[in-house]
């Protein structure tokens, strides 16, 4: 065998053994963020945060009058939060004309926001609705709504807060904003988010699966159901969801199914973990356009799941390209993706020191 070869199939070989598929030492980790935490308050926390009605309807389960409350008749587009904790719950489109009394809806946002119960109260046997968050009470659930779903939540105004649209555009536009994002290995587009304008802070971690904790030997035996991800903090005055979108549908590959370059299995899955339904609708905005102009030759497969829990991964995982730049996988998968980034966003880059 000549040198060459033999050097060859030495630098592949560590390029693999450099990659994201490797087995390293676990290390524990925890949750940094996590929008379906629970959020079980003391007694006197919420006494003090809720009014008197509030206090009634949501910590002790009680029903407002029928034809009283605030959102009946409310047709404004805009999304229903849980009044205690700020959790997004329904949106106007989900909203129908029951003739109940109370607010209701046919479906509820994504993301198991809602929890069941079942409520023997008032001498009959129903569902009892609350919020998963914070444990507070929304209303009942029925199985006699009149569109495809068959469902009618009966909702409390009083356990709900509105916010229209242009309320939400407002409270959109300013201040910092969280996105998780899996586009493969997290290294190279932790890297990547590093040199965009407005971007904060970036993060590598785990999200999207079924076990608590898991440590990055778990989520890359393929079995946990988590992506690698990373979780970016940026600036709303300097970027914005969009830019850091279009910087995503660049810089990786999104119609390769659970596969990015070498390295395949659901944890490497193109996903856009969303916070709210108006990181959802940006984000699947942009996938329409995408699609409809043609720019990739295969369909788009990137999937938008609701974020359950971002468990941030292992130290070492953290600032992995910066801190390993001359490594094998860095110079060869990194590096030149980074270059791409670079030349295509030039004029958006963090300036240098
Ligand atoms: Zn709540």
């Given amino acids: 065998m000549s040198n060459l070869k033999m050097g060859i199939i030495f630098y592949v070989f560590f390029v693999i053994l450099s990659a994201c598929g490797q087995t390293k030492p676990a290390k524990q980790t925890k949750p940094i963020s996590n929008n379906m935490e629970n959020f079980e308050q003391t007694d006197s926390f919420w006494k003090a945060k809720l009014s008197e009605e509030q206090y009634y309807i949501l910590r002790e389960k009680g029903t407002e009058r029928p034809y009283t409350g605030k959102l009946l008749m409310n047709k404004e587009k805009g999304v229903y939060k849980c009044a205690a904790c700020g959790n997004e719950l329904f949106t ?6 029951s003739h109940c009394g109370w607010p209701s809806f046919d479906r509820e946002i994504a993301g198991g926001k809602i929890k069941t119960e079942t409520d023997f109260s008032a001498g009959m046997k129903r569902t009892e609705i609350m919020c998963a968050k914070c444990g507070g009470h929304l209303g009942h659930i029925f199985d006699d709504g009149p569109t495809e779903t068959g469902q009618r ?3 409390n105004s009083v356990s709900l807060e509105f916010l229209s649209e242009d309320e939400l555009a407002t409270e959109t536009n300013t201040g910092n904003d969280t996105i998780i994002l899996g586009g493969g290995c ?4 932790e890297a990547i988010y590093q040199n965009l304008e407005g971007v904060i802070s970036v993060s590598s971690g785990y999200a999207g699966g079924s076990v608590k904790n898991p440590t ?4 890359c035996s393929g079995t946990t159901g988590h992506a690698e ?4 903090v940026f600036d709303k005055a300097k970027t914005s969801l969009d830019e850091i979108f279009k910087v995503f549908f660049v810089v990786h590959d999104p119609t390769t199914l659970n596969r990015q370059g070498a390295d395949a299995g659901t944890q490497y899955r193109s996903t856009i973990m969303y916070r709210n339904e108006n990181q959802r609708t940006i ?10 102009e043609k720019v990739y030759d295969n369909p788009i497969v ?7 829990v971002y468990y941030k991964a292992e130290d070492y995982h953290q600032d992995y390209f910066n801190n390993n730049k001359s490594q094998g996988y860095c110079q060869m998968v990194i590096q030149p993706k980074i270059d791409k980034f670079e030349k295509i966003f030039k004029d958006r880059l963090k300036k240098k020191n």
Avoid: H, N
């Fill in 283 to 292: 984000a699947k905005s942009l996938i329409d356009q995408l699609e409809k």
């Fill in 229 to 232: 991800v990373i979780e970016i």
């Fill in 186 to 189: 997290f290294w190279c587009v």
């Fill in 302 to 308: 990137t999937t938008l799941e609701p974020l359950s």
């Fill in 153 to 155: 939540y009966c909702v």
């Fill in 92 to 97: 106007s489109d989900m909203k129908f004309d």
């Fill in 216 to 219: 990055y030997k778990a989520v």
